[in-house]
T-cell receptor, first 114, second 116 residues
């Protein structure tokens, strides 16, 4: 069963506009959520994270929103830049200060159109 | 090097052969994870090491897969009697695991395994 879902396999956005990537989860035990960005032939790179005690975390152009009641999170990128074109993975884990294995979604390929 | 490194970057083998994939974590990182990414999927957890011990191997698909980390640094993922379904990118990640907060996992570039 897919515990973390990214229902949009791809997204195209004009440069300068806002990109919104969505993610849903089913396991209510998850309490920490992350977004990773992946370029071809490279490993995933950590982008931003959020704890379940918060509903928003912002870092520069990137903001992650968490709606626990809906089991939904989203990543906002504004303004979008050509270098943002990559595959974005949503991931979730259960914090236990030890084994924090990540459960990933299937990814969304973001293309920024110049 | 500053990041996680994995060797080889690509490995082509024949069905039934044995392969070893190596991961060099970031220096000082005590936690090490192996994930597998199949085409069109996100990475899937395989095994977690805390120091030298495999604390969680619940993601290993079957007993053909085994991993070691004898000195608490470099780890090797070993696959016996490879099958075509083992073809995937194998990713390694490490984290500081200093305790007190959730640690960021830093990923290597992966090893692309192709079983013919």
């Amino acid at each position: 069963d897919q515990q973390v879902k990214q229902n949009s396999p791809s997204l195209s956005v004009q440069e300068g506009r806002i990109s919104i990537l969505n993610c849903d989860y089913t396991n209510s035990m998850f309490d920490y959520f992350l977004w990773y960005k992946k370029y071809p032939a490279e490993g995933p790179t950590f982008l931003i994270s959020i704890s379940s005690i918060k509903d928003k975390n912002e870092d520069g152009r990137f903001t992650v929103f968490l709606n626990k009641s809906a089991k939904h999170l989203s990543l906002h990128i504004v303004p979008s830049q050509p270098g943002d074109s990559a595959v974005y993975f949503c991931a979730a884990t259960i914090s236990n200060f030890g084994n924090e294995k990540l459960t990933f979604g299937t990814g969304t390929r973001l293309t920024i159109i110049p | 090097g500053a990041g996680v490194s994995q060797t080889p970057s690509n490995k082509v083998t024949e069905k039934g052969k044995y392969v070893e994939l190596r991961c060099d974590p970031i220096s000082g990182h005590t936690a090490l994870y192996w994930y597998r990414q199949s085409l069109g999927q996100g990475p899937e957890f395989l095994i977690y090491f805390q120091g030298t011990g495999a604390a969680d191997d619940s993601g290993l698909p079957n007993d053909r897969f085994f991993a070691v980390r004898p000195e608490g640094s470099v780890s090797t993922l070993k696959i016996q009697r490879t099958e075509r379904g083992d073809s995937a990118v194998y990713l390694c990640a490490s984290s500081l695991n200093a305790g007190g907060s959730t640690d960021t996992q830093y990923f290597g570039p992966g090893t692309r395994l192709t079983v013919l």
